[in-house]
């Protein structure tokens, strides 16, 4: 066994008993390379990880390389879900030097950390233009034994370049209608408006985009921005990237007709899009919406939650498929034959008909991913429900795909606000008690006394890396939609903690935000994006979260931090919206006000409970909701707001003026609809 034995990342204990002498990221590793006069090989990847788990396989598993490896370089292997800093940093330099980049990622570095020769998955014999990892490893060692100097230029070289790149994220002004609709025109031109979705293969769910999109509806009436969304969502929901038997979606599509998809399933991904599929259902009353909403819902809590009360990060892509190999989808897939073993002749054809399975396959081996395919007309519902049922069954009896069962801080946040919101929308009060038992967990295990966040925990035990950016601010944004869901303002309270470590440890002097403290580990460089990719960047995420806190406490230092965040979504909204997709929702909330709701009354009152309700279904740009008895002190938005004639009211403002108090649910909605 190397030295990951001790590692809680179940990626990094995936390569325990490599025959490789992996190091994991730290000052000892980079000093052994010091002493010993090596180049350090960098390795960085994820337990859900397809292409981590094939090299791992041809070359880690291989003897010859592992013993090469070995006698010239310091091996270090990183999880990039447990430090997203180090994964950062060196994916820029990737993406620089390359054009492009991906897990596994392969980087060869100096002692002193800096990066001189790049690459993402290389097989262990040349094949496509790719040279075999043997190949580059000599490359790698000739280049150092006899061109030591030209390496250090190199690498100093790509370290200065990437110290000047931080230069364009210059504050702009607030982003207003013009930023929003050249962002939505960006978003029209590259729709794809036969098969939803933006851009062509692979193809990845915008959620953030959606949200945006949704936002901008709401706030504007635009109906096109309705449109791109509802049929994304439709066509996400009918495809194969949607498990359409057991709920949740996968990574993403390889193909753009949202068929095949790539198999592995995260925790941020299924929280994302189960609040996008909520709000949908808000804005249209979609049945397709609502179901999607709860199975995916149903899925975090069904397979994700740990016995601590958080959620694990994914669900693998592979495994055994029955003979011992293990394989991308197998879990998943069928083929007619396997249909018809499980249900009869008779059931099997309806199944293949009804998810488009076909005799040709449409993955490998003439299996297929089960689709819901559009024009199949009236279906008997309880015969669906039946073969469903006894699909699971039978699924169920298939080796399951492994689960990366670490608790991240940042996507349990996303859980936390999907789950207490679609809780609260289909009055499944189950969801929400999963979101509080989810939040009580990253306080008591993640969270200390002053506000500061640890990166992951595992098995109810907090890990060694520092919170980051993206930590802070999805955690916030957890707890700020727990509070306005529960009415219980302890969680104001947690994300005013949180949000106040933002400010004095993430906030440049110019108003940027950084993605690790400023008492976090030095590394090449400060790492610095604010744009949204697989997750809301953290700079966006701190947007969204400093502009809700000020709503409930009308903190100016929070108003104005987030404002200044929001100058480089204007920068970026017409070039690039769709990886700033959290940024223009959080300013379309910014646009709105957002309005600020306080329902007063007593708890257990239906008139209270009713106009809570309708608060809460409001579709107004990131609008935050107050509720408690007279009295109360736990949210400064109930401060002297009183009931009327003894009946529960509720108060409306926006941008300083608030509308007369109300105790009639109809007149409290049309407050809150667009110009209201």
């Not at 330099?93 to 054009?99: D, I, P, R, S």
């Amino acid at each position: 066994m190397n030295r990951l034995g001790d590692a809680t990342s179940p990626y990094l204990l995936q390569h325990a008993d490599n025959p490789v002498d992996w190091w994991p990221w730290g000052a000892e590793a980079f000093g052994e390379a010091r002493r010993r006069g090596v180049p350090v090989l960098l390795s960085v990847g994820y337990s859900a990880c397809h292409w981590c788990h094939v090299m791992a396989h041809e070359s880690f598993e291989d003897e010859a390389t592992a013993a090469y490896l070995n006698e010239h370089f310091v091996s270090v292997k990183v999880d990039r879900e447990e430090r997203p800093d180090v994964d950062a940093v060196y994916m820029e330099a990737v993406q620089a030097a390359t054009g492009q980049g991906g897990w596994p990622m392969t980087v060869f570095l100096t002692a002193e950390g800096e990066p001189f020769y790049f690459g993402t998955y290389f097989p262990p014999r040349a094949r496509q233009g790719m040279p075999a990892f043997m190949e580059v490893l000599r490359g790698v060692v000739a280049a150092w034994r006899d061109r030591r100097e030209e390496v250090a230029d190199v690498a100093g070289r790509i370290v200065r370049d990437l110290a000047d790149r931080g230069a364009v994220y210059e504050a702009r002004a607030l982003p207003g209608e013009k930023e929003m609709g050249a962002a939505l025109l960006g978003l029209t031109r590259e729709y794809d408006a036969r098969r939803g979705g933006f851009g062509g293969a692979p193809k990845f769910p915008p959620s953030m985009a959606l949200e945006f999109l949704l936002r901008h509806h709401a706030r504007t009436g635009a109906e096109g921005a309705l449109q791109m969304a509802r049929d994304t969502c439709e066509a996400m929901a009918r495809g194969g990237i949607y498990d359409q038997l057991g709920g949740g979606f996968a990574r993403y599509s390889v193909d753009r007709e949202w068929v095949v998809p790539h198999f592995e399933k995260m925790l941020y991904d299924n929280a994302l899009l189960a609040r996008v599929y909520a709000h949908l259902w808000r804005a249209t009353g979609s049945d397709l919406a609502r179901r999607v909403a709860l199975e995916t819902a149903d899925f975090i809590v069904g397979e994700l939650a740990t016995d601590e009360g958080g959620f694990a990060s994914a669900l693998d892509a592979d495994s055994d498929d029955g003979s011992g190999r293990h394989t991308e989808g197998a879990y998943y897939v069928w083929t007619p034959e396997q249909l018809a073993a499980e249900l009869g002749e008779a059931d099997g054809k309806f199944a293949a008909d009804y998810f488009g399975v076909t005799d040709e396959g449409t993955f490998e081996e003439g299996a297929s991913v089960l689709q819901l395919p559009q024009g199949g007309g009236v279906v008997d519902a309880a015969r669906v429900a039946s073969v469903r049922e006894r699909l699971l069954g039978a699924r169920a009896r298939r080796a399951r795909p492994g689960r990366d069962d670490k608790v991240v801080a940042a996507w349990n946040g996303l859980a936390i606000a999907a789950l207490a919101e679609t809780g609260a929308y289909f009055d499944r009060t189950d969801l929400v008690q999963a979101a509080v038992d989810a939040a009580d967990l990253l306080v008591r295990v993640h969270m200390d006394g002053r506000g500061r966040l640890t990166r992951t925990s595992r098995d109810g035990v907090a890990g060694a890396n520092d919170g980051v950016l993206e930590d802070y601010a999805d955690v916030a944004e957890g707890f700020l939609a727990l509070a306005s869901v529960t009415g219980e303002g302890v969680w104001l309270d947690f994300a005013g903690l949180l949000l106040d470590s933002v400010l004095h440890h993430f906030t440049g002097d110019d108003g940027s935000l950084y993605d690790t403290a400023d008492d976090a580990e030095t590394l090449i460089r400060r790492p610095q994006d604010p744009t949204d990719n697989a997750t809301p960047s953290g700079w966006t995420a701190a947007a969204g979260a400093l502009l809700a806190y000020a709503a409930h406490t009308g903190a100016e230092p929070h108003r104005s931090a987030a404002e200044r965040a929001l100058g480089v979504v204007g920068a970026l909204a017409g070039r690039a919206p769709r990886f700033i997709g959290w940024g223009l929702a959080v300013a379309e909330a910014a646009l709105d006000g957002p309005r600020e709701v306080a329902v007063v009354g007593d708890t257990g009152d239906p008139l209270t409970a009713e106009l809570h309700r309708t608060a809460l279904l409001a579709a107004a740009p990131g609008a935050v909701v107050a509720v408690g008895e007279e009295g109360a002190g736990e949210f400064p938005l109930l401060y002297r707001r009183a009931t009327r004639g003894g009946r529960a009211a509720a108060y409306v403002c926006r941008n300083f003026v608030c509308d007369a108090p109300t105790s009639d649910p109809r007149t409290l909605r049309s407050q809150l609809r667009p110009g209201g």
